[in-house]
């Protein structure tokens, strides 16, 4: 709950400083070198200071409003839906900014003219255009951002990751159980559906700070930096909670899909490559040996009938006494020389 409210209050920050130096830069086009036409006339550091208030207010109900978006109907709705809804939403708000600008001109300025008359006055037009237009250019960043992954972009801009840096990270490799003969029952749009359910109730993990890497089919690779993982046991918290998720809506699964879907997972930490790669679709990849061995351990569940195994490396660096560890033993991984020791966890006490 913590850092879902870490990752609220982060995206309001954000729609606050864009919305900030929108409201900033128009001041500044307006302000400078150009006459007001309209009846109202503000002196360029009036406007500014005009701007530094209405861009918080503007910024945390948009943020907010983006906060309910992505956590109760992103899911329900497509993104031209979604696009609609924003541009609905730039509207009703805009009435309402320009009625509270009314009440404010007609309390200090002293205007007397008609509401009707303020709201269509000459270039007004443009400003109205301009905050709606605003307004979708911050949702479309936010989309991108999300399908980077959280703040990514920024790093990703700023060139971050445009020479290959090392990182020491946790990941884990999850996979859906029996995933063949669900998808031979199911037929492939029914399937496709049920992995769409399940990731959607993956977004539980975020609770536990991790990372999605990638989706690959009906597997999930999540991602930790390394402290981020080990605090309060975020890497193997984030697996229970989203069985737990799952096993809260076996209703729901049952009913629509005949079954409960289970998971299984391998983790492993250490040194990986992190860069960004691709010309015409850009990407922020790992690469290295962590990430395959991490795989590898994932295999071996179904071997061993176990739904989580861990590596000793990232066992040893973990302080979680409310898990119980089962040695496994050293498993030969395909692709790698020598032996790596394994350890199942059979749930939290």
Request: aromatic share 16%; glycine share 8%.
């Amino acid at each position: 709950m913590k850092f879902r409210n870490k990752r609220r209050w982060a995206i309001i920050k954000d729609y606050i400083i864009g919305w900030t130096l929108a409201f900033l830069f128009i001041a500044i086009v307006r302000g400078i070198g150009t006459i007001e036409v309209s009846a109202v006339q503000f002196e360029f550091w009036e406007t500014v200071i005009v701007s530094s208030i209405f861009g918080p207010i503007f910024g945390s109900i948009s943020g907010f409003v983006q906060i309910l978006t992505e956590e109760r109907y992103y899911k329900r709705v497509s993104i031209y839906r979604l696009l609609g809804f924003r541009i609905l939403f730039a509207t009703l708000f805009l009435f309402f900014l320009v009625l509270v600008s009314y009440f404010m001109v007609l309390q200090f300025f002293g205007e007397t003219k008609s509401f009707i008359a303020f709201a269509f006055e000459p270039g007004s037009g443009a400003i109205y255009f301009y905050i709606i237009t605003v307004d979708v250019f911050m949702l479309i960043v936010r989309q991108v951002n999300l399908m980077l992954g959280e703040n990514n972009l920024w790093k990703l801009l700023r060139g971050k990751f445009y020479s290959p840096r090392e990182e020491e990270r946790i990941f884990m490799f999850l996979d859906l159980q029996a995933s063949t003969r669900h998808a031979e029952k199911l037929g492939h749009i029914a399937y496709s559906k049920m992995i769409q359910d399940c990731f959607d109730d993956l977004a539980v993990v975020v609770e536990n700070e991790a990372e999605i890497y990638q989706y690959v089919g009906d597997e999930v690779i999540l991602t930790w930096q390394l402290n981020n993982g080990l605090r309060n046991g975020n890497c193997l918290n984030a697996f229970y909670n989203f069985k737990n998720q799952l096993h809260s809506k076996k209703d729901y699964y049952r009913k629509k899909y005949n079954f409960l879907p289970l998971f299984k997972a391998g983790l492993h930490s250490g040194i990986v490559t992190v860069t960004e790669v691709g010309k015409f679709k850009k990407e922020i990849a790992y690469h290295g040996d962590t990430i395959n061995t991490a795989a590898r351990i994932q295999g071996k569940c179904n071997e061993f009938n176990q739904e989580l195994l861990v590596s000793q490396q990232l066992k040893n660096q973990l302080a979680t006494p409310g898990f119980p560890f089962k040695e496994i033993g050293s498993l030969a991984l395909k692709g790698k020389e020598k032996e790596v020791s394994v350890y199942a966890i059979n749930g939290a006490n």
